[in-house]
Every structure is written in structure tokens, then in C-alpha cells.
């Protein structure tokens, strides 16, 4: 089944054309970054517009690229949930108009549930049921995915999400955009030692996390530094930051294992790509002797091929939508209105 794919919920255009749920046939983005580093951040009505501008000819493209017409392809999936509402909106109609021009199927994907079946294109021999830990710059979680349509929600971020920290504090530093990768680098340069910031201790759900205390303490930190005249050791904060959120998600998602009983947990999400949280993680997992699965870098962010991953098993549970199908800012995983 050859799923032509589209995701637009942020700042990439994507358009990918995925075979049966585990094969890329092609994968073509149009990144913004280029654009949205002149502002420190993604400017969400310039991202809509430039989704306009990209998103039909990344299709031609797809196509061109894999040698298939429009009568190859079986269905047309799309990101309808969660991300910026215009943004998303563009993937959404352009999905609707392609579905119903060529008479397809159309599946709505949610964004985060795509981020969990890249790992399904990275390792084809990936079933459920796993536990993932989902770090991106709008979420943090850990799932139980039971199977590829039927997950549960063990542990959230409570406040802001582990991505959306590190972009903070990177742009504080005067880092450029995306922060999050400019830190992480900085950080393999520094003394973690050096710097003491917080930690989030459990509440009445032992699974959930918080991040905003330590984003406080880390801007405050390099606020004083600023008025007192004292000179910052950026890659010793860096790296102290970096331990920090690690150190907030890593054991909590040990305590997953051992108290469910699985042994594969992956990990999925931009924030994924942070090579302090895959060392961790893949370090305590291992002495457990449990399974880490984790996707390439160029599958962590943002991507159409995870869209169409996931799209194939949403199908297959019947998961297909009409043309009254609409674009939402927030919606959860489990499909639940937020």
C-alpha cells in the first residue's frame, strides 16, 4: 500500500510516499530554519505561508522521485493534530484536495503518534507492545503504545515541555535557532559538575515531570551572571542543563520498565536527537537488558515518512476520515479534545 504522506505542523514542509508502513520510497522536506533564524523562533504566519508556497510542488516532487502517477498511490494521510493551527491547516486542505481529487482514502495522523512510528522505519522488526518516551519541543511523555492505534499515557510534563527549555535557555545564550541542537554541542564541551540547577521530584503520579522550575533557574542564573558582571561558563551550563532534563526523564522511564515488565522502550521526537538523553537512556535500559530503540537524527525531526508510517496502521484499524476532517492546535494522543 503506497501512502502518500504530508506533514506541515510546525516549520518543515514535508511530503513522503511510504510503502506498507515500514518503507521510505522517498521523503522530501522543505526546511524554514533558514528563514525563522532571523527571528530566534518560528514565526507561525510566516511558516503558513511558506507551506503554501512548497507543499504542492514537494507532491510533484514525491512523485517524480519514485517513478509512481497518481493512480499508484492507495490513500493520502496527513498531520491534522497538534501544532500551529495555520500551519497545519494548509497540510490538512491540501491532504483533503488530493484524496478527493484522486479519489483516495484520506487518514488523519496525529503529529506525535508519527514521532513514535519513525521507529518503525528505523528497526522493521519493532512491534508493539513498547513503551516510548516522547521529547519534542511541545511535548514530553511516556507511552505505553499496547499496540499501533492503542496507547496510554503513563507520565507527562506537567508545565513546559523538555524541547521547549532547551530552545529557551539556547536563545538566552544567544544561541542560534534551533537551540536545542546549538546546546547540545556547546554542552560536549563542558564540566556538568559546575553548575547546580533542579531536578522535579515526583508527585502523586511518579511518572509525570516538570521542566519549568529548571528553566527558571538556569535564566536566572545567567541573569545574575549578566548584572553582577560575572563572566558565564556557557559549556558547563550547557552541560549542567543538559544533565538536568536527562536526569528528569531517564529515571522515570527505568521505573516505567521495571514496574511494567517490558524490555524495548523507544524514543522518538526532535528532542531525541539530544546526545546526552540517548546515551542515558540507552545506558540504563541496557542494564536492565531491555531493547532502545532509537530513530536516526534525520527521522528525529520533523518528517512526512513517520506520517505515512503511521498512517498504514491507522488504516488498517479504520481510522479514515471524510472531508469534514479539520485541523486542531491541541489534541491528544489519544484523540481525546484537550
Known sequence: MNILAVESSCDETAVAIVRDGREVLTDCIASQVDLHRLYGGVVPEIASRKHIEAISGLADQALSNTGLGRKDIDAVAVTYAPGLIGAVLVGVNFAKAA??????????????????????????????????????????????????????????????????????????????????????????????????????????????????????????????????????????????????????????????????????????????????????ILEAAQKLGAQVYMPPLKLCGDNGAMIGAQAYYEYLAGNIADMSLNAYATKSILGEAL
Request: proline share 7%; with cysteine; net charge negative.
Open 99 to 280: 484524496a478527493f481529487a484522486m479519489g483516495k482514502p484520506l487518514i488523519p495522523v496525529h503529529h506525535i503518534r508519527g514521532h513514535i512510528a519513525a521507529n518503525y522505519l528505523a528497526y522493521p522488526d519493532l512491534e508493539p507492545p513498547f513503551l516510548c518516551l516522547v521529547v519534542s519541543g511541545g511535548h514530553t511523555m511516556i507511552v505505553e503504545v499496547k499496540d499501533y492505534t492503542d496507547m496510554s499515557i503513563l507520565g507527562t510534563s506537567l508545565d513546559d515541555a523538555a524541547g521547549e527549555c532547551f530552545d529557551k535557555v539556547a536563545r538566552v545564550l544567544g544561541m542560534p535557532y534551533p537551540g536545542g541542537a546549538a546546546l547540545d554541542k556547546m554542552a560536549k564541551l563542558g564540566d556538568e559538575q559546575k553548575y547546580t540547577l533542579p531536578r522535579s521530584k515526583p508527585g502523586e503520579n511518579p511518572y509525570n515531570m516538570s521542566f519549568s522550575g529548571l528553566k527558571t533557574a538556569a535564566l536566572n542564573l545567567i541573569h545574575h551572571a549578566e548584572q553582577i558582571g560575572e563572566e558565564l561558563d556557557i559549556p558547563s551550563l550547557c552541560a549542567g542543563f543538559s544533565a538536568a532534563v536527562s536526569d528528569t526523564l531517564v529515571p522515570r522511564v527505568v521505573m516505567a520498565l521495571e514496574q511494567t515488565g517490558y524490555r524495548k522502550v523507544a524514543v522518538a521526537g526532535g528532542v531525541a536527537a539530544n546526545s546526552r538523553i540517548r546515551h542515558d
